[in-house]
């Protein structure tokens, strides 16, 4: 029970970085994306979250000016990452333009527009804020990505834990950290197990690994 508590939901938070919208920031907003959605389990969004946050800021830059007072605000609204540029100029409104390749301006939108699955921009009293959401294929905000075999392991360590995790731990303290303990320990005992049974350990191992990569090839 109380691992099962544990990996049927990832705790996604919103957060915000205030930063000046000068072009030396972007890469720095870029690494930001990758630690977060990196820490969300949600790593197929990352290229796409970074070329949004990328031409969002310089839509700032471009149309507000070097140095505006920016924020960048991610959270999840229902399955969808949300990814937020607010800005305190009501005025410059971000546009859909038909730019050529060649063209340097206009195709920040262009690109959010292929990227993001819906964008737009609010006007607050004092601030602009432009949005964009990409869709995850998670079932539920909290939830896990990774189809069937993380669904199966998920289930196994459920079981697993609630015949070694002491019945007095507190479901709160029993983070994926815990989780990723019981995982190695199931991993050894499966090697334990081959062993015992005549098999080689080694080639197992190697088995699975070589499973485990043709399986994320398949997913790309």
Known sequence: MYMNDCLCEVQR????????????EVAGLR?????????WGLQGQ???????????????IRHVGPGTPTTLAVSMNGTYLRIEVHDPDTRALPTLNSASEDSE????????????????????????VTWCELATGLAAA????????VARAEAMLALYGATRLPRSVPSTLL????AEVTAIEVIADFLHWLRAHGCDPDEGLDRAQRRFEAELREEV
């Open 13 to 24: 938070k919103s957060w915000e970085l205030v930063f000046l919208a000068e072009p030396e």
């Open 46 to 60: 990352i290229e796409a979250a970074q070329l949004c946050v990328s031409e969002l800021t310089a839509n700032v």
């Open 105 to 128: 301006a206009g195709r920040g939108m262009t690109l959010v527009d292929a990227m993001a699955d819906r964008w737009g921009v609010q006007l607050r009293a004092d601030r602009k």
């Open 31 to 39: 690494h930001v994306m990758r630690l977060h959605l990196g820490q």
């Open 175 to 178: 983070s994926v950290a815990v």
């Open 142 to 149: 909290n939830g896990h990505s990774g189809g069937a075999g």
